[in-house]
């Protein structure tokens, strides 16, 4: 199973992530959490993504097309994933067809979150909330003025990904401002549905 699932940031995309990788026992495929790895452990990719990452805006195509060609050519990728918050670009979506065609895969379901972006913030504020009394640490970008940079790049880097799936037909969309349960059976119709094609 190779699934991308596509939305906004606090669209619920690392919460389905989870309980997807369950179900089909498959890694879940971050760039977000990879390059916070990258970051922490000070590497020259990290070094140069982190003062990006804090202001909420993009990292380079060309840094994390790198970075995910390398994950998924590891062993536990070979049974398939699910790519969370890449492709971001359509240069990122391009640059992984052109990964997967030439080792002979494919995309099994492409699914977008649609969520009503006036709630977003307040679902990122809950979440940092909910973290921090959980005795947690809160991400450098989950505040109000790089959430705004995140979501503006959303709009005009990742919006254009979904169009450009939904070209090829390959694109499901699920209702994210329903509730968790309703957005998981969604989710797995749409799979479903994408494998029936
Ligand atoms: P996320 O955890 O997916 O919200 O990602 C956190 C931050 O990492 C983003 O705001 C970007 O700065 C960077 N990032 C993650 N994935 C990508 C990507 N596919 N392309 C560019 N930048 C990314």
Known sequence: MRLILLGPPGAGKGTQSSRLVKKYSIPQLST???LRAAVAAGT???LKAKAVMDAGGLVSDEIVLGIIADRIDEPDAAKGFI????????????????????KGLSLDAVVELKVNEAELLGRI????????AAGGSVRADDNPEAFKTRLHAY???????SAYYAERGELKTVDGMARIESVSAAIDD?????QNV
């Open 190 to 194: 749409a799979i479903a549905a994408a």
């Open 83 to 102: 790519l969370d918050g890449f492709p971001r670009t359509v240069k990122q979506a391009e640059g992984l067809d052109r990964l997967l065609a030439d």
């Open 32 to 34: 977000g959490d990879m």
């Open 125 to 132: 504020e809950k979440r940092v909330k909910e973290t921090l």
């Open 155 to 161: 709009r005009e880097m990742t919006a254009p990904v």
């Open 44 to 46: 020259p990719i990290g």
